[in-house]
């Protein structure tokens, strides 16, 4: 099938119980498990955990038949007149992910890229990288790429109509997108890379242990896991996830996350995989810690055969990284069938995922040509982001890496030959990069 790994990488699988699970035991993962039971109770856990499992069995057949031709793939100019079709909107609820080709006129995004590698090439000296061993991910938050990219015209209308695809009925929150800082890619090929298998993002253990964030997930927890809003911002906007600090967690509410490709990106060319998912795979991970596999290997795909764990063992979760799949851990995701390549994309195009979606990054670029992406999310504004933001460019206007990427570089960006800051960037990108808050 189109998009399907062709040989699975050297990922970490984790442990499916408490042994050999030296969490298990911490106050932190005990004590969320345990109000959890006793705040939704064991029989509807299991019952959400039997509908889950027994509605992955069509889910996963569906992705690994049709493979990555799943993923919808929409054209810019038709989303930004437009917006989503009533079958376009269907497509992206049910998957959380899709391509919008075109954001940014292709010849545009070429001289970026061509701006970008002078820029590097010009500061590589001060310039580091992640991971050390292959540097392809440049802790670089403010060259004029970037600064290009995010604060496009098109980009922010496009992510305000991706913000729109939430809802809240407190009136609290709004669309208007704000922008948040991150990094940038830029991977030659034969680079391998294995620092990001199969993962969900927006914290780990925090989904359980705080309070609010715990609650927005209430209807798979209480036994009605069809009936979960994976879209009510009311319910989410308040989510601590950063409870536990580390390195992986944003502070603020990513609606989606994104990619805009700076060159071509495509299968075993450094792209990026997804499980495209998202209801039923996000109940299944958020209910996964709650039970143990049976003791014959043979009945691990049975759900009925799994039994209560009321033991701190979440797998795959660590303070702070983010929440971690395995095709040991999380056996009824099928990953080696189900997480796909997405399609092919080119210079201008971007990829958008639901913060909740299962994503890796291809460990594989046999491509003939560096593929680089920007990572641009849509953030609406909330309170929580409203501050970070405000943070965010109290930092960049001192030459300091964002907060939520503490030291960054360790230098001054804006001593950077070629640095331009803010300079001519509009009134509605200063509004989205927080000059009004």
Not at 170 to 194: K, M, W
Not at 312 to 331: C, E, I, N, V, W
């Amino acid at each position: 099938m189109p998009g399907l790994v062709r040989q699975w990488p050297a990922w970490p699988e984790f442990g499916t119980t408490s042994a050999g699970n030296k969490d298990a035991k911490d106050p932190d993962f005990v004590g969320a498990k345990k109000a959890i039971i006793e705040e939704y109770g064991a029989d509807s856990l299991r019952k959400s955990w039997i509908a889950t499992c027994e509605k992955l069995r069509s889910v996963t057949d569906d992705i690994a038949s049709q493979g990555s031709c799943i993923i919808p793939v929409l054209e810019a100019e038709n989303v930004l007149a437009n917006g989503f079709s009533e079958h376009e909107l269907s497509q992206v609820r049910e998957t959380g992910c899709f391509i919008v080709q075109g954001v940014i006129p292709h010849e545009e995004v070429k001289k970026l890229y061509q701006d970008l590698t002078q820029y590097v090439a010009d500061n590589r000296s001060s310039i580091k990288g992640w991971p050390a061993e292959t540097p392809s991910i440049l802790r670089l938050y403010n060259s004029p790429t970037q600064n290009a990219i995010r604060t496009h015209p098109n980009q922010l209308r496009l992510q305000k109509i991706l913000n729109d695809l939430w809802h809240d009925e407190t009136g609290e929150t709004s669309s208007d997108p704000l922008i948040y800082l991150d990094a940038v890619r830029d991977r030659p090929p034969h680079q391998p890379f294995l620092g990001l298998g199969p993962h969900i993002d927006a914290g780990s253990l925090c989904r359980w242990a705080d309070p609010q964030y715990r609650k927005a997930y209430a209807q798979i927890f209480s036994g009605k896991p069809e009936a979960h809003d994976a879209w009510d911002l009311g319910a989410r906007k308040n989510a601590d996830q950063d409870l536990f600090h580390g390195g992986a967690h944003s502070t603020v509410l990513r609606s989606f996350q994104g990619w805009t490709a700076l060159t071509r990106a495509a299968a075993n060319e450094g792209t990026l995989l997804l499980v495209p998912n998202l209801p039923t795979t996000l109940a299944y991970m958020l209910l996964r810690p709650f039970f143990k596999p049976p003791q014959q290997e043979g009945d691990i795909m049975d759900a009925s055969k799994w039994s209560l764990d009321d033991s701190g063992a979440f797998p795959g979760t660590m303070k702070p990284d983010s929440q971690r799949l395995s095709r040991s851990s999380h056996p009824h995701l099928r990953l080696e069938e189900c997480l796909v390549h997405v399609p092919t994309m080119t210079a201008g195009d971007t990829i958008w995922w639901h913060t909740d979606v299962c994503h890796a990054v291809d460990p594989r670029h046999t491509g003939s040509e560096n593929a680089s992406v920007v990572y641009v999310p849509a953030c609406p504004t909330t309170t929580i982001n409203k501050r970070y933001v405000k943070k965010q460019l109290e930092s960049t206007l001192a030459g300091r890496a964002p907060p939520d990427f503490g030291a960054g570089s360790g230098t001054d960006e804006s001593r950077f030959k070629g640095y331009q800051g803010h300079d001519g960037i509009n009134e509605d990108a200063k509004r989205a990069l927080g000059y009004d808050l």
